[in-house]
């Protein structure tokens, strides 16, 4: 059975750091790209960040570029999102979710399409 495990939400003040965990069980999340979406209520979700299966080559959001990083530890099995001057505008429930191929396509953000496995979101949110 495979389970995705997002963690490391919270409430942080704006210019705040965290760090989200994405964990897997039954599935090895080295044999494709990982990407992580977010979700506020009454809007779509969208794409933030996407990784591909060996972490050799990353993917971003205009609106996240510059603040997050992507990584992952096929060891550990394990995709992170380093979330670093965040916004009021970062709050969100946050997912990842595995992606059908090894790299992240041009439509990586776009098409859900093309990710087969979801997590159960963690939530973000940023105030002061």
């Known amino acids: 059975q495979v389970q995705l495990v997002e963690s490391g939400g919270g409430l942080v003040q704006p210019g705040g750091s965290l760090r989200l965990s994405c964990a897997a069980s039954?599935?090895?999340?080295?044999?494709?790209?990982i990407g992580w979406f977010r979700q506020t209520p009454g809007k779509e979700r969208e794409g933030v960040s996407c990784?591909?299966?060996?972490?050799?080559?990353?993917e971003y959001a205009d609106f996240v570029r510059g603040r997050f990083t992507i990584s992952r530890d096929n060891v550990k099995n394990t995709v992170y999102l380093q979330m670093n001057s965040l916004k009021p505008e970062d709050t969100a429930v946050y997912y990842c979710?595995?992606?059908?191929?090894?790299?992240?396509?041009?439509?990586?953000?776009?098409?859900?399409?093309?990710?087969?496995?979801w997590g159960q979101g963690t939530q973000v949110s940023v105030s002061s």
């Open positions: 990784i591909t299966y060996t972490g050799g080559g990353t």
């Open positions: 039954g599935f090895r999340l080295n044999s494709v790209a």
């Open positions: 979710a595995t992606y059908r191929y090894l790299l992240c396509g041009r439509d990586w953000s776009t098409g859900k399409s093309d990710y087969t496995y």
